[in-house]
């Protein structure tokens, strides 16, 4: 081989190689991500959801170098916020934030779509229900109030939200695991939390299953009071509100959760990256800071948790829901 003949082979050589170099996908090129990410948030703007996910995601653009825009895709009930998420090419550049509706909605006949359909990336917020009566009500511990809706089913009613939401199957498969009849206290659909409140306060109800973060305002001002609290240790809010186990011995747990996800079949290496974010986005001062001010709470579990995390509330939802008739 001449001299020339050398060189002209070995410029033809960094050429093929410089091209297949180009065609390779950012993941391969390990620069993941190269360009801007968009978060897709199932839930209107204002909202605990948008405010969880604009903190996350103004964390999230500094530890990945690259802006992060958060997109609200609003309607079904969730549906097609949680639709636009699982149908994104799964290249990283389309994440979103899952909400607890996503392990109810394909019990309802909304969708096919459940926590198996992502790539799950991290949890890094959950809301426990609490059992809410009005201060002035006669039950001293949430055991008073159990011994009483078992003495007298169809006397009780509740809300906080609508018709098979999350508060309404906290307080079913509560009654459920207690052995009284889930549809012994009737539900008065309510448009959240705050109008369920309201009303318990104005003496149309008996019970809100709601969160304590969404029932602070009336807590602080004397109105309600907590007897206890669905998670398996106290809420940081009050934490001299009973957990069930301690209050019942009870292990029912439930909770309001949000965590990011992407679409199913994302590279395990950008998962990796992602997931790295999200854990540092979690234990950061700037989030849990903004979390505690709001009264949110902090939970965080990594993809494989996250995954059966999910799983686990899709499994335990389903059964509740067909307790009490709303399953399709």
Do not use: C
Not at 229 to 238: E, F, H, I, Q
């Amino acid at each position: 081989m001449t001299h020339r003949t050398r060189r002209a082979w070995l410029a033809t050589a960094l050429a093929a190689l410089s091209l297949g170099t180009t065609a390779l996908p950012a993941a391969a090129q390990g620069n993941y991500p190269s360009r801007p990410v968009t978060l897709i948030v199932p839930w209107g703007a204002g909202g605990g959801t948008d405010a969880t996910a604009r903190i996350a995601a103004s964390l999230l653009e500094k530890e990945l170098g690259q802006p992060v825009t958060v997109v609200n895709r609003t309607g079904g009930s969730g549906v097609v916020g949680h639709a636009a998420i699982a149908a994104a090419p799964p290249d990283g550049y389309t994440i979103g934030l899952a909400t607890v509706e996503i392990a109810m909605m394909h019990w309802q006949g909304l969708t096919e779509l459940s926590g198996a359909s992502y790539t799950p990336i991290g949890l890094i917020n959950a809301d426990p229900a609490g059992i809410q009566v009005r201060a002035d009500a006669p039950y001293k511990d949430v055991k008073d109030l159990l011994a009483a809706i078992k003495a007298n089913p169809g006397k009780f009613k509740a809300s906080g939200t609508g018709q098979g939401g999350i508060w309404h199957l906290a307080l079913a498969g509560l009654l459920r695991d207690q052995k009284i009849d889930p549809t012994s206290v009737s539900w008065v659909p309510s448009n959240g939390a705050a109008p369920g409140l309201q009303d318990m306060v104005a003496g149309g109800i008996d019970i809100a299953p709601v969160s304590l973060p969404e029932a602070r305002s009336l807590i602080d001002a004397g109105k309600i009071k907590s007897l206890a609290v669905m998670s398996d240790k106290p809420a940081a809010l009050y934490p001299q509100v009973p957990t069930l186990k301690a209050a019942t011995g009870s292990n029912w747990t439930m909770a309001a959760w949000r965590g990011i996800v992407a679409p199913k079949g994302l590279p395990n290496d950008i998962r990796d990256k992602l997931a790295t974010a999200v854990r540092k986005v979690a234990a950061s001062k700037e989030y849990t800071d903004f979390m505690a001010s709001r009264g949110f709470g902090v939970v965080y579990a990594g993809p494989e948790d996250f995954g059966k995390f999910m799983a686990k509330s899709d499994q335990e939802l389903g059964a509740t829901m067909k307790a009490v008739g709303i399953a399709k």
